[in-house]
């Protein structure tokens, strides 16, 4: 641990001066990405200092003891000892608790994208149910919700829906939701009264800013074309819906919520941007794989993550083997407590890492 404190402080004084370094300031995205850097590791440094002087003033005062001293002063010295010897503990718990990897989208903005899996109509009800919750969640953090794309179903519910969720720690709270969620009920429409066990899968997507993704224009190419569906006059009558097509990658993109085809564009290439971003970002973590196979947050969307019973009125979520039993306030936003569990797990395991 002190080896990296070490570095960190050396990496810190070299930051210092690159951000006060005129050719650097001239070059804006890069001279961000010193700031941001900087700003990150400053709280530890500060803190590792403040550890060196009560080690330093630690290791005086046992020296003084080893000298002849009066009584009086020497139970001085001796409380000073330990003073300073818990302190040094304290700091040292706390210096381990910022060197846990912070993840550096954890205050951005998310792109979520809710799709229905396995069960015919009743998974595109189901991804309906989702979207609700985390729309009722986004009220109570008073975050706000922007759609993007939505693909409605007929008897209610989205084969697809796409949207943007804007407020500070939006990603470190939403990233554990990435996965497939199942649901077990009765169908409205099945007369013989069967459990019913469908699925939909929701990803998370960090939003990408110009520092994180670059995307060559030349690579995308834009259609545009007559919205479909339900959307009042304008539908069908102008080519406002946008698709992008990043080849490259493959990636295609089609926004036809709003009105305007400049809109839409616009947050066509957001959800193309976080999916690049995304991307770049497990293309990282691959590197890292053992680290990663031990955090909640490491978003396998294949992998079955929490299921809702409706029969038992019980959610589960099968990483931590939790289960509540209010399922009718959860799904209705109350989804707190279960967060606060998912992340305290994470910073538990990437504790044990640090140490």
């Known amino acids: 641990?002190?080896?990296?404190?070490?570095?960190?402080?050396?990496?810190?004084?070299?930051?210092?001066?690159?951000?006060?370094?005129?050719?650097?300031?001239?070059?804006?995205?890069?001279?961000?990405?010193?700031?941001?850097?900087?700003?990150?590791?400053?709280?530890?440094?500060?803190?590792?200092?403040?550890y060196k002087q009560v080690e330093e003033q630690l290791d005086e005062a046992k020296e003084m003891l080893k000298e002849k001293l009066e009584d009086d002063f020497k139970e001085m010295v001796k409380m000073e000892v330990n003073e300073l010897s818990d302190r040094k503990e304290q700091l040292t718990e706390e210096l381990?608790?910022?060197?846990?990897?912070?993840?550096?989208?954890?205050?951005?903005?998310?792109?979520?994208?809710?799709?229905?899996?396995?069960?015919?109509?009743?998974?595109?009800?189901?991804?309906?149910?989702?979207?609700?919750m985390y729309s009722r969640y986004t009220e109570r953090?008073?975050?706000?919700?922007?759609?993007?794309?939505?693909?409605?179903?007929?008897?209610?519910?989205?084969k697809e829906i796409i949207f943007m969720v804007k407020g500070k720690g939006a990603?470190?709270?939403?990233?554990?939701?990435?996965?497939?969620?199942?649901?077990?009920?009765v169908p409205a429409t099945e007369s013989g009264g069967r459990i019913h066990t469908s699925t939909a899968t929701v990803a998370v997507l960090p939003e990408a800013d110009d520092?994180?993704?670059?995307?060559?224009?030349?690579?995308?190419?834009?259609?545009?074309?007559?919205?479909?569906?339900?959307?009042?006059?304008?539908?069908?009558?102008?080519?406002?819906?946008?698709?992008?097509?990043?080849?490259?990658?493959?990636?295609?993109?089609a926004c036809q919520d709003?009105?305007?085809?400049?809109?839409?564009?616009?947050?066509?290439?957001?959800?193309?941007?976080?999916?690049?971003?995304?991307?770049?970002?497990?293309?990282?973590?691959?590197?890292?794989?053992?680290?990663?196979?031990?955090?909640?947050?490491s978003g396998d969307r294949s992998a079955k993550i929490r299921t809702y019973n409706f029969p038992q009125g019980r959610i589960t979520d099968h990483r931590i083997n939790m289960t509540v039993y209010k399922l009718d306030s959860f799904l209705d936003g109350d989804i707190n407590n279960m967060l606060d569990a998912l992340i305290t797990n994470d910073q538990a395991e990437k504790l044990k890492q640090v140490q």
């Open 211 to 253: 520092i994180d993704i670059d995307i060559n224009l030349n690579d995308v190419r834009v259609d545009v074309y007559r919205s479909s569906g339900n959307g009042g006059q304008s539908v069908n009558t102008t080519d406002s819906a946008v698709r992008l097509t990043h080849i490259p990658t493959g990636i295609v993109v």
């Open 96 to 132: 381990k608790m910022l060197l846990v990897p912070k993840d550096p989208n954890d205050d951005k903005n998310v792109i979520v994208e809710i799709r229905a899996g396995a069960g015919g109509d009743e998974a595109g009800i189901f991804a309906g149910d989702l979207f609700r």
């Open 1 to 50: 641990m002190l080896d990296k404190l070490v570095f960190l402080e050396e990496k810190y004084q070299d930051l210092n001066q690159k951000i006060s370094d005129p050719k650097i300031i001239s070059n804006t995205q890069q001279w961000q990405k010193f700031v941001k850097e900087h700003a990150e590791i400053e709280p530890i440094v500060i803190k590792y200092r403040e």
């Open 171 to 185: 990603y470190s709270m939403l990233k554990y939701e990435s996965g497939v969620h199942r649901v077990q009920r």
């Open 258 to 297: 709003g009105k305007s085809q400049l809109k839409n564009k616009e947050k066509a290439f957001k959800v193309l941007k976080a999916r690049l971003y995304d991307i770049k970002i497990s293309e990282q973590n691959a590197e890292i794989a053992e680290a990663r196979k031990s955090q909640v947050g």
């Open 141 to 158: 953090q008073r975050w706000k919700i922007d759609i993007m794309s939505a693909n409605e179903q007929g008897v209610g519910g989205f």
